[in-house]
């Protein structure tokens, strides 16, 4: 009997441990209303390894970026401008905290639909 549990005991373990070290951040469907010239920000923090997936679909164009501070300086690794709709996977170089942030660049008012999911290293 012990020779059939001891397998099934590592089995298990290694399982549990495997599934510890990895962890998921998930934003379900978001849907916002952005007036003229005003933005909506979604921001986390990010390490290296990590896998940012995200997505979008907005009513009208909107200009859209991942970007992220230091210290005076705006660095911005993705930059979309005038589109209604985009997905796209970002994987950071450093720890930071990002923000994905989309700007309303119509004169009426436009109607934005978000979702991401962060896979933790």
């Known amino acids: 009997m012990h020779k059939v549990l001891m397998p099934l005991f590592f089995a298990v373990l290694?399982?549990?441990i495997l599934s510890g070290c990895s962890s998921l951040q998930i934003k379900d469907e978001t849907e916002v209303t952005l007036n003229p010239s005003k933005i909506h920000?979604?921001?986390m923090e990010l390490l290296p390894g990590d896998v940012l997936s995200y997505?979008?679909?907005a009513s009208g164009?909107?200009?859209f970026n991942i970007h992220f501070h230091e210290e005076e300086n705006i660095s911005y690794p993705v930059s979309r401008k005038?589109?209604?709709s985009y997905e796209g996977k970002y994987s950071p170089a450093k720890e930071q905290m990002y923000?994905?942030?989309w700007t309303n660049v119509?004169?009426?008012?436009?109607?934005?639909?978000y979702?991401?999911?962060v896979e933790k290293k």
């Open 14 to 16: 290694s399982a549990f």
């Open 41 to 43: 920000e979604e921001c």
């Open 55 to 57: 997505s979008f679909k």
């Open 61 to 63: 164009p909107v200009d």
């Open 82 to 84: 005038n589109i209604a």
């Open 99 to 101: 923000c994905l942030m």
């Open 106 to 113: 119509q004169k009426t008012t436009v109607q934005l639909t």
């Open 115 to 117: 979702t991401f999911k």
